[in-house]
Structure formats: structure tokens, C-alpha cells
């Protein structure tokens, strides 16, 4: 028996592979500081967790509404609304297990093969897996380090042609730590304004930025909302990575189908998940701003420390909790930087290369670790920098 032909045009995500091999390394008697995997490493907010212990007390264990529950899809669209102030109701809203079913639904519901799908280079290597997947056509755009690894926009105006069917958008990003700048949004929807395409903006980073302004959803521009899907959940803000709850915000037409994906693969998310999330949007917000700020603070000490190691170039990340360090001055490509750190210096971390060919040359650290951690990641990469930097 052998898989189907779809089967070898199926991607990855590496962060899941170094996370094998760092363990693999450590079961050796190894010490490894992970900077590889991207998730908060703060615990769920405590009232979080007691939702959930109460919605199992309670019964809610049991099947749900493929949708999901009407009373979170009222709290996620009130919150949406809020936030990107448009208007949003509950019948716009699914809620799947975690934001990538997000990415996954929507994109089969849309794209035949053949169609053209613009996307964010270095990215999410799903959105690139999806595509390809489905027969459809990828178009990479690359992100520029000097324009805050926002796209290069004469390249989009280039690139968009009446066979794109779906942009995909990601601010704040993954890899980059890039937040696309309000102007660049505009500029954007005004070259998308009158195609017949959707956007997926992917916002699951909505709520982790240092910039002054949050960051802006292209969903809040005059004619958007028609045309954007917006992909975002609880993963990340609440640092509930392994709950799996997310949701897209959608135009109505589209709902039922990523329903009737949701029947056929899932059936529903789960119930006392969901109750969980209730409390995550209506409950206390302190913990996610604690954890932001200290975020920022990570972010800044190891930047900094990055920027000090021979070779290395990290500019300072908007948003997300990620530093995309530019190493080409090493003159070590990056796949093989990522493999000394990992295997002579026990910093595990990802080489930018596998979030697409525009990321090559770089080196992604997740910074959702200790600020020691950080410290002594920092210190053994200036340790073995001699390798390099004495060729
Ligand atoms: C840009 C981006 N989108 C979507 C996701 C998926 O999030 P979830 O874990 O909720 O499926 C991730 C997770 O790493 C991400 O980085």
C-alpha cells in the first residue's frame, strides 16, 4: 500500500524535528537550552484552569455544536469587534481546535488547484505546506529586515495577478517578530480592495506586541471585513498552546463550509475547553500583560546580547516572542549554524531557512524562556563564536 501522491507534497513545521533532537541530546546527559518551540512558557492563568475543573464538574463533557458554543462565539465576537472595531457577530465566528484548523478549512474550502496564493516569506512553513497540498500555486513574497520584515510591496503589486485568490497576511509574524506598519496595512488593502480574492490574516500574535499602537487588523479597513478572514485563538495569549481552541472570523458565506469540515474531521471542539476559554476573554487580564512586559524585557536583553556575538545582526521585534537574528556575516550557512549551536554549544533554535527560502541567512530563537536561560543561551553562542569568527 502507498500513500497517496498529495501525500509528498505535504510540509512540516522544523521547530517539532530540533525539539526531537535537542531531547535525543539530553537523554544523552546533554544540557540544551530550548529556543526552539513556540509557545509561552508561563502557565495557564489559574482562573483559566479552574473554569476548566468546573466545566468538567459540571457535565461538560460531552459532544458540542460543531460552531461551537453560542456563548463563547458571543464573547469571541464582542471581543473582535472590540479590538479591530468593526462589527462582528456570532455567526461569523468558529471555534476549532487551535488556529491552525484556521489556516487548514478555510483553504481547502477555497482553493482549486492551480489558484495563486501569496504569502508571507520567512513564514509559518503551514501556510507553504497547505498550499502546495492543495495543487495551488504559492507565491512567496519576501519579507525585508530593513523595512521591519514587512513585505516588499512593489513586489506584491507585481505578483498579484487575476488567478490570486487568497493573501495571506501575519502581523504580528512568525518568524520575524515583524509587525506590518499601519500605512503598509492601507497601502495593502488598497491593492486587494477591488480583486476577487479573500485575505486570511493571520493575527494568532494579536495581543503580543511592543509597539505603541497595536498592531492593525486589515479587517478594520472600509470593505474588508467582506474579504478577510481573521485566524486567532488562545494558544498564545494565554499561554494555552496544548488546550488546542482557537477561531477564524469569517464572511457568513464561508461558515458553513468550514462547518461542514469541521463534521467531518472533529465534530466540535472541546466543551470544557470551550467553557475555559469563556473565562480567558471575560475574566482578570493582568496575566497577559505580566507576561508581554516580561517579555519585553527578554526580548531586550537578549537582542542585545545577540547583537554582541561576532557576525550576528538582530533587529529589535515588534511583536510575537521570537529574534530573527541575521548571521550571514558569519559566513556559516545558516542550516549548519543551527546544527553547531545544537549539537557543539546546546542552544537549540531554528535556522530561518526553514520558514522559506527568504529566510536563509538567519537564525530564529524562540525568547519565551528564562531571562538565565537566555542569558546562558547568549553566553554559549559567544563562546563558540570563535569557531567562526576566527574562520
Ligand atoms: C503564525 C502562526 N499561526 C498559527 C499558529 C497555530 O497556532 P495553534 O497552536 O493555536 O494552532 C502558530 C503557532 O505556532 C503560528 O506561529
Not at 519576501?142 to 493573501?167: A, C, G, K, Y
Not at 515583524?178 to 485575505?199: K, Q
Request: proline share 7%.
Amino acid at each position: 500500500m502507498k500513500l497517496a501522491e498529495r501525500m509528498q507534497r505535504i510540509g512540516n513545521e522544523t521547530a517539532f524535528d530540533v525539539l526531537v533532537r535537542a531531547r535525543a541530546l539530553e537523554a544523552k546527559g546533554r544540557s540544551v537550552v530550548h529556543l526552539e518551540i513556540g509557545e509561552p512558557d508561563f502557565p495557564t492563568p489559574p482562573h483559566i484552569v479552574e473554569a476548566a475543573k468546573q466545566a468538567l464538574d459540571e457535565g461538560w463533557t460531552h459532544y458540542g455544536p460543531t460552531q461551537g458554543l453560542p456563548e463563547l462565539r458571543s464573547v469571541i465576537a464582542q471581543h473582535v469587534s472590540q479590538t479591530r472595531r468593526i462589527d462582528v457577530g456570532p455567526e461569523h465566528v468558529c471555534v476549532v481546535p487551535g488556529g491552525k484548523p484556521i489556516l487548514f478549512f478555510p483553504m481547502l474550502a477555497l482553493l482549486e488547484p492551480g489558484d495563486e496564493v501569496i504569502y508571507p516569506n520567512p513564514g509559518f512553513p503551514i501556510y507553504e505546506s497547505m498550499i502546495q497540498f492543495l495543487g495551488a500555486r504559492p507565491v512567496p513574497i519576501p519579507l525585508i529586515e530593513e523595512r521591519s520584515f514587512s513585505f516588499d510591496l512593489n513586489v506584491l503589486r507585481d505578483q498579484l495577478s487575476d488567478r490570486t485568490r487568497m493573501l495571506i497576511l501575519n502581523s504580528p509574524q512568525n518568524p520575524t517578530g515583524g509587525v506590518i506598519p499601519a500605512e503598509d496595512i492601507e497601502e495593502i488593502a488598497s491593492l486587494v480592495a477591488e480583486r476577487d480574492l479573500i485575505v486570511l490574516s493571520d493575527e494568532i500574535y494579536s495581543r503580543i506586541y511592543y509597539t505603541a499602537e497595536s498592531p492593525v487588523s486589515i479587517a478594520s479597513l472600509p470593505g474588508m471585513k467582506e474579504k478577510t478572514i481573521i485566524l486567532d485563538g488562545f494558544s498564545k495569549t494565554y499561554a494555552m498552546t496544548g488546550w488546542r481552541i482557537g477561531y477564524g472570523v469569517m464572511p457568513e458565506w464561508l461558515v458553513d463550509a468550514v462547518n461542514k469540515l469541521m463534521v467531518n474531521s472533529n465534530s466540535c471542539t472541546a466543551s470544557f475547553t470551550q467553557r475555559a476559554a469563556i473565562s480567558a476573554l471575560t475574566g482578570p487580564q493582568d496575566e497577559v500583560e505580566d507576561m508581554v512586559q516580561e517579555f519585553r524585557r527578554r526580548r531586550d536583553a537578549f537582542c542585545a546580547a545577540l547583537n554582541q556575538v561576532p557576525g550576528f545582526r538582530c533587529a529589535i521585534p515588534g511583536g510575537a516572542f521570537y529574534a530573527f537574528a541575521n548571521v550571514k556575516l558569519t559566513g556559516v550557512p545558516s542550516h549548519e549554524l543551527a546544527d553547531l549551536l545544537l549539537n557543539e554549544a546546546g542552544v537549540a533554535c531554528l535556522d530561518g531557512g526553514g520558514f522559506g527560502k527568504y529566510g536563509e541567512g538567519y537564525l530564529r530563537f524562540s525568547y519565551a524562556n528564562s531571562i538565565e536561560n537566555l542569558m546562558e543561551a547568549a553566553n554559549r553562542i559567544q563562546a563558540i563564536s570563535r569557531t567562526w569568527a576566527n574562520g
